[in-house]
């Protein structure tokens, strides 16, 4: 077997590659500009203008690219920091929100999580969440917005712990919050780092060190600050779970972080935590046991999400994966495991906005998107090494929205199969048939309702099909693990619907979750799960 050189080696070791997550007007697009301008990609950070408008239209990142001209994609972001070599991957909130944001998180090796320290966890931060923690990812806090009104400190991390069901452990701790806000205290240390105006964020700014006993200290918290931070931290070191590196690396342990994105303050220090406590990429899964990128010498990567027609003119698609080990280079020749023969990666991007450039080198950890035939599926295996295997399958997320769908011209029923059927392939959105009724009608289940309009919108223009979409009243979807299970004898709520799904997997549909407890309670061993495996 051929060895991995120590250059491959060095240049995965450098990389680290993070989802970042939030619910819409966390920060996260502060946060990331603001990554940009430790990392020197920009040199100077500002609001993005004209953002909030065109929010709808377009990601957040590809009005910063506008914006500043440098090279942030809708999906993927590289940047240096120091040694390291540094992939952001956006997890798209708002309304396009759907299944890939959480395909997403399938190739990332940990997770930043932004909170709005005045709101604490909400809604679709939960969500991402869950699948973070079915991979068990490390998941970093990063409470921003400390220069406005905040919510108690204590409360915040206890809302974490209960509703996402994870510990925690302040890194820092902050001091006063909104106007009173002073800085943060770094409990390694043990000094109090002092929040200084950076003239709102538009320069990194300095940031005073300065020791708890310090005299200096009372020049820049009050008495009343500092009482109140030796009181907290007294209270947290006593009841707070203590650092703990094995049980962050596992995603049992979330290291929290306070700060202020819009004016800086916190971000570096955080970066710097972050960044140490995260790991380079790590051994995967695959049907023939671990690849681990610090041994397996040839490329090989993942396919994690597709995307049809980028560049309308050439009606392309693109697939996007993740690279888990070795080199790879522009043009080479790899094995497609579920095509059962070798491809050539052709037009290898970095980019995935409206712009692209091409790469000729990426390494594992990297993303990388490349020109797909039409041949590629998610969840794919693409490997150059003479072993033969296939990494473990993204699953399938429980659509939420769902909707009846039939072709208006009733002679098109052909373009219309087809178009739904590579639509579904490609993942945008996940098709359901009623189940042993003969019926041919096609329920269409999403993550987040624009899908729907996607689907219309490609049928019509790439299909030449029109379609009629019924929404339906269901808002929950279930697998049955226990395939055994005699689906005709199974009795639910009234309102409960059996589908199956394109691999012919039984389901259910659900109009609420007290439809899914009585369910489960009429039929006794009945296993359901919310992801599809
Ligand atoms: P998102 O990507 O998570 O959706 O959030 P984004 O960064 O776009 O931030 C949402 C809003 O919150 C923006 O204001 C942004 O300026 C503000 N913001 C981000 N971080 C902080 C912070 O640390 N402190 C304060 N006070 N505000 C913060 P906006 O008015 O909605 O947009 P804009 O017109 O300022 O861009």
């Given at each position: 077997?051929?060895?991995?050189?120590?250059?491959?080696?060095?240049?995965?070791?450098?990389?680290?590659?993070?989802?970042?997550?939030?619910?819409?007007?966390?920060?996260?697009?502060?946060?990331?500009?603001?990554?940009?301008?430790?990392?020197?990609?920009?040199?100077?950070?500002?609001?993005?203008?004209?953002?909030?408008?065109?929010?709808?239209?377009?990601?957040?990142?590809?009005?910063?690219?506008?914006?500043?001209?440098?090279?942030?994609?809708?999906?993927?972001?590289?940047?240096?920091?120091?040694?390291?070599?540094?992939?952001?991957?956006?997890?798209?909130?708002?309304?396009?929100?759907?299944?890939?944001?959480?395909?997403?998180?399938?190739?990332?090796?940990?997770?930043?999580?932004?909170?709005?320290?005045?709101?604490?966890?909400?809604?679709?931060?939960?969500?991402?969440?869950?699948?973070?923690?079915?991979?068990?990812?490390?998941?970093?806090?990063?409470?921003?917005?400390?220069?406005?009104?905040?919510?108690?400190?204590?409360?915040?991390?206890?809302?974490?712990?209960?509703?996402?069901?994870?510990?925690?452990?302040?890194?820092?701790?902050?001091?006063?919050?909104?106007?009173?806000?002073?800085?943060?205290?770094?409990?390694?240390?043990?000094?109090?780092?002092?929040?200084?105006?950076?003239?709102?964020?538009?320069?990194?700014?300095?940031?005073?060190?300065?020791?708890?006993?310090?005299?200096?200290?009372?020049?820049?918290?009050?008495?009343?600050?500092?009482?109140?931070?030796?009181?907290?931290?007294?209270?947290?070191?006593?009841?707070?779970?203590?650092?703990?590196?094995?049980?962050?690396?596992?995603?049992?342990?979330?290291?929290?972080?306070?700060?202020?994105?819009?004016?800086?303050?916190?971000?570096?220090?955080?970066?710097?935590?972050?960044?140490?406590?995260?790991?380079?990429?790590?051994?995967?899964?695959?049907?023939?046991?671990?690849?681990?990128?610090?041994?397996?010498?040839?490329?090989?990567?993942?396919?994690?999400?597709?995307?049809?027609?980028?560049?309308?003119?050439?009606?392309?698609?693109?697939?996007?994966?993740?690279?888990?080990?070795?080199?790879?280079?522009?043009?080479?020749?790899?094995?497609?495991?579920?095509?059962?023969?070798?491809?050539?990666?052709?037009?290898?991007?970095?980019?995935?906005?409206?712009?692209?450039?091409?790469?000729?080198?990426?390494?594992?950890?990297?993303?990388?998107?490349?020109?797909?035939?039409?041949?590629?599926?998610?969840?794919?295996?693409?490997?150059?090494?003479?072993?033969?295997?296939?990494?473990?399958?993204?699953?399938?997320?429980?659509?939420?929205?769902?909707?009846?769908?039939?072709?208006?011209?009733?002679?098109?029923?052909?373009?219309?199969?087809?178009?739904?059927?590579?639509?579904?392939?490609?993942?945008?959105?996940?098709?359901?048939?009623?189940y042993n009724?003969?019926?041919?009608?096609?329920?269409?289940?999403?993550?987040?309702?624009?899908?729907?309009?996607?689907?219309?919108?490609?049928?019509?223009?790439?299909?030449?099909?029109?379609?009629?979409?019924?929404?339906?009243?269901?808002?929950?979807?279930r697998?049955i693990?226990n395939?055994e299970i005699d689906m005709d004898r199974l009795t639910g709520t009234s309102d409960m619907k059996k589908v199956?799904?394109?691999?012919?997997?039984p389901l259910l549909l659900f109009v609420?979750?007290w439809s899914i407890r009585m369910t489960v309670d009429r039929n006794e061993g009945l296993i359901l799960?919310?992801?599809?495996?």
């Amino acid at each position: 077997m051929s060895q991995i050189s120590n250059e491959v080696k060095e240049q995965i070791k450098k990389r680290r590659t993070f989802a970042i997550i939030s619910h819409p007007d966390a920060g996260k697009t502060t946060l990331t500009e603001k990554f940009l301008l430790y990392g020197g990609a920009i040199n100077q950070a500002g609001s993005v203008k004209g953002k909030a408008t065109a929010r709808h239209a377009v990601s957040d990142w590809m009005e910063i690219e506008k914006e500043r001209g440098i090279s942030v994609t809708s999906s993927v972001l590289q940047f240096h920091y120091n040694d390291y070599c540094i992939n952001i991957l956006d997890t798209p909130g708002h309304q396009d929100f759907s299944e890939d944001t959480y395909r997403t998180l399938m190739a990332a090796d940990s997770a930043v999580m932004v909170i709005d320290a005045s709101k604490g966890v909400e809604a679709q931060t939960r969500k991402l969440f869950k699948v973070c923690t079915m991979r068990h990812i490390p998941i970093f806090t990063f409470i921003n917005k400390m220069d406005r009104e905040a919510m108690d400190t204590f409360e915040l991390l206890d809302d974490i712990e209960n509703e996402l069901g994870i510990a925690t452990c302040p890194i820092n701790w902050p001091i006063g919050s909104g106007k009173e806000f002073r800085g943060v205290y770094d409990r390694a240390s043990k000094k109090v780092e002092v929040f200084s105006d950076t003239h709102k964020g538009t320069t990194q700014g300095e940031v005073e060190k300065v020791a708890l006993n310090d005299p200096e200290l009372s020049w820049l918290i009050t008495d009343s600050q500092k009482l109140q931070l030796e009181e907290e931290m007294e209270l947290q070191d006593g009841a707070g779970a203590v650092f703990d590196q094995d049980l962050v690396s596992k995603g049992e342990l979330s290291p929290v972080f306070f700060g202020s994105a819009l004016t800086n303050f916190g971000v570096e220090t955080f970066l710097q935590h972050f960044l140490k406590m995260t790991s380079s990429p790590l051994p995967r899964k695959s049907d023939a046991g671990l690849i681990d990128p610090m041994k397996e010498p040839d490329f090989s990567a993942f396919v994690f999400k597709i995307q049809a027609n980028m560049n309308k003119a050439h009606r392309d698609r693109i697939a996007f994966m993740r690279i888990c080990s070795g080199e790879f280079e522009a043009g080479m020749d790899v094995w497609h495991m579920q095509g059962g023969k070798k491809v050539r990666l052709s037009q290898p991007q970095q980019l995935m906005a409206s712009e692209r450039k091409m790469i000729e080198k990426a390494y594992g950890g990297d993303i990388i998107g490349v020109f797909d035939p039409g041949i590629f599926s998610i969840g794919d295996t693409l490997t150059a090494s003479a072993k033969r295997f296939s990494y473990e399958g993204i699953p399938t997320f429980a659509p939420e929205h769902f909707a009846r769908v039939r072709q208006v011209d009733t002679m098109k029923r052909k373009q219309f199969i087809k178009g739904i059927n590579q639509i579904a392939q490609e993942g945008a959105i996940q098709i359901f048939q009623e189940y042993n009724t003969g019926m041919e009608e096609i329920i269409v289940g999403v993550v987040g309702v624009l899908q729907f309009d996607v689907l219309k919108y490609r049928l019509e223009n790439e299909y030449n099909v029109e379609i009629r979409l019924d929404t339906l009243p269901y808002e929950h979807i279930r697998w049955i693990e226990n395939t055994e299970i005699d689906m005709d004898r199974l009795t639910g709520t009234s309102d409960m619907k059996k589908v199956k799904d394109l691999k012919d997997r039984p389901l259910l549909l659900f109009v609420n979750e007290w439809s899914i407890r009585m369910t489960v309670d009429r039929n006794e061993g009945l296993i359901l799960s919310e992801f599809g495996r």
